[in-house]
């Protein structure tokens, strides 16, 4: 069992930045790769960022690249999204999935066996 809590969302001005969190708890955080997807009302869960167990390997939506980045902390049992540059198309219900077979493809919310219950980020014009 994983469960997985988010924050760190809120409203910023285009061009702003936020730091999500996702923070961890039940099996050994080291185990399963993360991911953060996003979703607006009536639409399909959008990948956004995905991260390896150990870290090391990292992968991003043509539309986040150089603009947001993933990182972990195993010891801490965290994993944030850094989002700089935001645009008002950014404006979405963000998700941490855990994905516990690692075994891809990342990008595909259906890989994932965990989620949290997301955190709002709007992006103001």
Same mark, same amino acid.
Do not use: H
């Given at each position: 069992?994983?469960?997985?809590?988010?924050?760190? *969302?809120?409203?910023? =001005? $285009?061009? @702003?930045?936020? #730091?999500?969190?996702? !923070? &961890?708890?039940? %099996?050994?955080?080291? +185990?399963?790769?993360? *991911?953060?997807?996003? =979703? $607006?009302? @009536?639409?399909? #869960?959008?990948?956004? !960022? &995905?991260?390896? %167990?150990?870290?090391? +390997?990292?992968?991003?939506?043509?539309?986040? =690249?150089?603009?947001?980045?993933?990182?972990?902390?195993? !010891?801490?049992?965290?994993?944030?999204?850094?989002?700089?540059?935001?645009?008002?198309?950014?404006?979405?219900?963000?998700?941490?999935?855990?994905?516990?077979?690692?075994?891809?493809?990342?990008?595909?919310?259906?890989?994932?066996?965990?989620?949290?219950?997301?955190?709002?980020?709007?992006?103001?014009?």
């Amino acid at each position: 069992q994983v469960q997985l809590v988010e924050s760190g *969302g809120g409203l910023v =001005q $285009a061009g @702003g930045s936020l #730091r999500l969190s996702c !923070a &961890a708890s039940g %099996r050994t955080f080291g +185990s399963y790769a993360v *991911g953060w997807f996003r =979703q $607006a009302p @009536g639409q399909e #869960r959008e990948f956004v !960022a &995905a991260i390896s %167990r150990s870290g090391d +390997s990292t992968y991003y939506a043509d539309s986040v =690249q150089g603009r947001f980045t993933i990182s972990r902390d195993n !010891a801490k049992k965290t994993a944030d999204l850094q989002m700089n540059s935001l645009k008002p198309e950014d404006t979405d219900v963000y998700y941490c999935a855990a994905d516990l077979r690692c075994g891809g493809p990342y990008s595909v919310s259906k890989s994932y066996d965990y989620w949290g219950q997301g955190t709002q980020v709007t992006v103001s014009s």
